[in-house]
């Protein structure tokens, strides 16, 4: 459903020699209903690959094909209605801080015309699938960080998307609460039927929650596939790295 | 007596000022907002970069606020008559006023966009905002507490602006503080000025923390 295909992406450098190549042709296929992890070291190019995904980025060249539409072709109506089917979760939540956790949820749907008693099920709906009903009406700086996250992640599904990107969910996040945003994520895949791509630099975010991932190192994608197997077989160096010491621990594991 | 010989002069003084500072205010800020919104959003990497544009407003913002105040009175002189129809006057001084805080205004503005945090930007972009509910639903909303903080700022130069009005028959606390402390030393008079200007200030500063603190919700 969302097809990669020989992505480039080069940043102009004024006072360098060459240019900083932050994705070099990468290619990769993400089917709908995957919870499909893109991970890597920091300056692999994993969040200049989100934002291109999410149209916040042109890419220097190559396509993304998403059901059959090259992204950056669409125009006006096309284009905002792109925007409107994904939702995007950042590490930082990005939440409005001076609105309520309602209006927070209610924000992407009034910026179409909008039915206000609709407006009110849907959010209400919403904070009951992330757990923060009681909290809405509520301002963000009164909430913890996983809370937080929980508002994000609602309003990300506001307008029913079809995927919903994740820029490092749980990064800033203590691991107690990081589990309950992965689970949060996943119950959202399975009942919801929305693709999930999530790019993180903790291998155990992909061993918890995602089927498939692709490695990024230095702009290239150097192994990618199912995660059993990525994991199970580690072809690549950096796949070995990023599992590092963790291996050992593997035991006490926790399934989600 | 003193108060029966300079209230009522005192009193009309004191009204001129924020009469002046009031009327200042609102169409400084009418010109002044926009203005600090669209060099915000035609900077660098913002919504509607416009390196050009940009330019060319900020020089002339940065300009205006160069140009001593009781000197720019002067300077707009010709342009005050042909607008207002008179060089002289409390409406005269509002008009040599506004063009002299508006691009102050802007800068002001343009500093409490500046806090914003850039992800929240790109993130309503996401939702598929346009630029327009990025500036309105946005930008404007989530800076407000901070845009009343320099409001104080603002309105308390204003004051200090006022001051020199008297050059061009504008009336005011600072007019009469200069026509009867130094013209004819009577410093009681000018004294009187100094401390009405003080408690308008301190007034000016509570009220506009106390307002920005109650509709602040980042606390």
Not at chain 2, 44 to 68: C, D
């Amino acid at each position: 459903m969302i097809e990669i295909k020989e992505l480039t992406k080069e940043f102009i450098e004024k006072r360098a020699e060459n240019n900083l190549v932050a994705l070099d042709h990468v290619s990769f296929t993400i089917e709908k209903g995957d919870i499909y992890g893109i991970i890597g070291m920091s300056g692999a190019g994993k969040s200049t690959m989100l934002k291109m995904i999410g149209l916040l980025e042109k890419p220097t060249s190559g396509t993304i094909t998403v059901n059959g539409r090259d992204i950056n072709k669409l125009e006006g109506i096309e284009k905002i209605n792109y925007y409107r089917s994904i939702g995007t979760v950042f590490q930082g939540y990005n939440l409005l801080m001076q609105r309520t956790v309602f209006e927070n949820v209610a924000f992407p749907m009034k910026l179409t015309k909008y039915d206000k008693k609709a407006v009110e099920k849907r959010v209400f709906e919403l904070l009951e699938i992330v757990g923060l009903k009681e909290k809405a009406y509520q301002y963000p700086s009164k909430l913890s960080g996983g809370q937080r996250q929980r508002v994000a992640i609602a309003r990300a599904l506001a307008n029913n998307p079809e995927m919903i990107l994740c820029d490092e969910p749980t990064s800033a996040l203590d691991s107690l609460t990081t589990n309950s945003i992965l689970k949060l994520l996943k119950r959202i895949n399975r009942e919801l039927g929305v693709t999930i791509i999530i790019i993180t630099h903790e291998i155990e975010v992909v061993r918890k929650i995602c089927n498939k991932v692709a490695v990024l190192d230095h702009g290239k994608v150097v192994d990618n596939g199912l995660v059993s197997e990525i994991l199970k077989y580690k072809r690549h160096e950096i796949t070995k790295s990023l599992l590092g010491d963790e291996d050992e621990e593997e035991e006490g594991e926790e399934e989600l | 007596m003193f108060f029966e010989e300079y209230g009522a002069l005192l009193l009309q003084a004191t009204g001129e000022t924020l009469y002046m500072t009031v009327m200042t205010m609102i169409f400084g800020y009418l010109l002044g907002l926009p203005l600090g919104v669209f060099l915000y959003v035609t900077d660098k990497e913002s919504i509607s970069e416009n390196h050009v544009v940009n330019a060319i407003v900020g020089w002339i913002a940065n300009m205006l606020r160069s140009i001593p105040f009781i000197i720019l009175i002067v300077v707009l002189i010709p342009l005050t008559s042909l607008v207002i129809g008179t060089s002289i006057g409390p409406t005269a001084a509002i008009f040599a006023l506004v063009i002299g805080a508006a691009p102050f205004i802007a800068r002001m503005v343009e500093s409490s966009l500046n806090e914003i945090d850039r992800g929240l930007i790109d993130c309503a972009k996401a939702m598929g905002a346009t630029n327009l509910q990025i500036i309105t639903r946005v930008l404007l909303p989530e800076t407000l507490p901070s845009l009343i903080r320099g409001m104080s700022i603002v309105m308390i130069t204003i004051i200090g602006y006022t001051a020199m009005s008297g050059t061009i028959g504008g009336g005011g606390l600072g007019d009469v503080a200069i026509r009867y402390g130094l013209h004819r030393y009577e410093p009681e008079v000018m004294w009187a000025t100094v401390i009405i200007l003080i408690i308008m200030v301190q007034v000016i500063q509570v009220v506009f923390d106390f307002w920005a603190k109650r509709i602040d919700k980042n606390v």
